[in-house]
Structures are given as C-alpha cells and as structure tokens.
C-alpha cells in the first residue's frame, strides 16, 4: 500500500512489485511466519513509543496499553 503524503517515485513501484513478487512464493508457512515477526516488531514499537511516553507506567501497564491499542485499531 502506498502512503499518500509520499510522492510516488517509479523506483518505490518498482519495489513495490519485487516485493509481492517475492511475498507470492512464499510458501503458507513462510508467509505466516513473516506475519508474525511484523506482528511482534508492531508490538515492540508500540511499547517502546510508550515507555518513551509514559515513564511513570509499569511494564504490566505498558503492555496492557499496547494490547487496547491493537484490539481497538482498524483497518
């Protein structure tokens, strides 16, 4: 998906299209696996964005505001 407030440059289409060349190789497995470590790199950079944040919070609620961030995001 491409960014709107990033001028389009038709070497960002080019990788754009390497990219889901090879993201349709990869095997169910593969792909879900790649799922999830964005997934967890998501989740490490919530929490990260938080501590940086809110320094007073324990880890406990860090990882409580990271979890409602996500339940409550949308597409």
């Known amino acids: 998906m491409l960014d709107p407030l ?3 440059q ?3 289409l080019e990788a754009e299209r390497i990219y889901v060349e090879i993201a349709r190789r990869l095997t169910p497995a593969q792909q879900l696996a790649t799922l999830h470590g964005l997934q967890q ?6 929490a990260s964005l938080l501590r940086s944040e809110h320094g ?3 880890e406990e609620d ?3 505001l990271v979890r409602e961030s ?3 995001a949308t597409p």
């Open 70 to 72: 996500f339940r409550d």
């Open 62 to 64: 860090i990882q409580l």
């Open 6 to 8: 990033i001028p389009v």
């Open 56 to 58: 007073e919070l324990t």
């Open 10 to 12: 038709p070497h960002h």
């Open 41 to 46: 790199t998501a989740w490490a950079l919530k």
